[in-house]
């Protein structure tokens, strides 16, 4: 682990990795960006939003028998509610990602390829993506609203972006974000809550 100081209230910002290149400033909430040994503040996050979930920064689950930890994490509203997007750091190195959305999770990897276009979208039809056929579910609009901990990009807070939700037989999911100018390619499974074994998980009165 890297702990540098906020250059905007000189407060240690961890960085666990090099994997990760930015992070938000657990004091004062500003935005920084790794660039090596030095620190440089790209703005601010707002404050999230309380939205029930019992994840946290901090925790620690299992995905597939390989641990990670909860890093970070990016949330965003769409007109179905909140939905997070949790940075994963796995033991093996790898980054991944959890979204949750609606009670519903699920463990997704970044794609090297690139997806179709905004325009080339429809409901319904079938996009090959890694040599899997997926159906297009859902296209919707999701804000950018907040941020927290150590995340592999740089979140366009404030900004909203297209998203098309994809599904594949035996669990399989994708997504394509369309947040900036080349779409990128989210690919993975969805999975039971139990399933990917939590620990250190918030307190959530009346919940068990």
Known sequence: MIERKCPSCGAMVPFRTSIMLLAVCPFCRSLVQRKDLDLEKLGESAQLQVDGTPI???????????????????????????WNEWSLLFADGR??????????????????????????????????????????????????????????????????????????????????????????????EYQGFDALQFSGLKVIEGWA
């Open 56 to 82: 946290q920064v901090g925790a620690r689950g299992v995905y597939r028998a390989s641990l990670f930890d909860v890093v970070g994490r990016v949330q965003l509203k769409t007109p179905h509610g909140y």
């Open 95 to 188: 980054q991944g990602w959890l979204g949750e959305a609606q009670g519903s999770y699920a463990v997704t990897f970044k794609l090297e390829e690139k997806g179709p276009a905004r325009a080339d979208i429809t409901l319904g039809m079938t996009v090959v993506l890694a040599q899997r056929s997926y159906e297009v579910r859902e296209v919707i609009s999701a804000s950018y609203l907040a941020a927290e901990g150590e995340l592999p990009f740089r979140p366009p807070l404030g900004e909203s972006a297209d998203a098309a939700d994809l599904i594949s037989e035996g669990g399989w999911c994708a997504t394509i974000d369309y947040s900036e100018d080349k779409p990128i390619v989210f690919a993975g």
